[in-house]
């Protein structure tokens, strides 16, 4: 091996052990107590399927979010004050304005409404109140 493609194996397994280190502070992937191996790998399964979420939704935002770790976009963007509003056909999510909260606008996050087919067709739709 050279000492190129050996640089280059160290930072692909750096990368994957940067990412683990990230889901095990993200989402508390060294805490599966479960006896039952599939229980185990359930939680893994769903560890892995929430890092993805968390990284298309940081996709989705300014340039300066794509490399945001999950526990530092959830902080920033999802953990707040807010309150859901329901009329029969509509969910209102209400989400107090924060610091972080222009990168959601500028995504145009208050001019989406989306329908959800498994609420039996309600739709989705966020707001930025002030207070």
Known sequence: MTAKQLI?????RWGIENQLAEQI???HLDSLCSQVPLAVDFDVTLTILADIIYRHFANTLHA???HQ????????LIDGIG?????PGHIEVAL???THTPALLDA???DREIQVPWWDG???SYSFPAR
């Open 69 to 76: 770790t999950p526990d530092t976009t959830r902080g920033q």
């Open 83 to 87: 309150e859901l509003r329901f009329t």
């Open 108 to 110: 145009g996050y208050q």
């Open 8 to 12: 280059e194996r160290y930072a692909k």
């Open 64 to 66: 300066a979010y794509h």
């Open 122 to 124: 309600r739709t989705l």
């Open 25 to 27: 502070r993200a989402f």
């Open 96 to 98: 107090r304005r924060r």
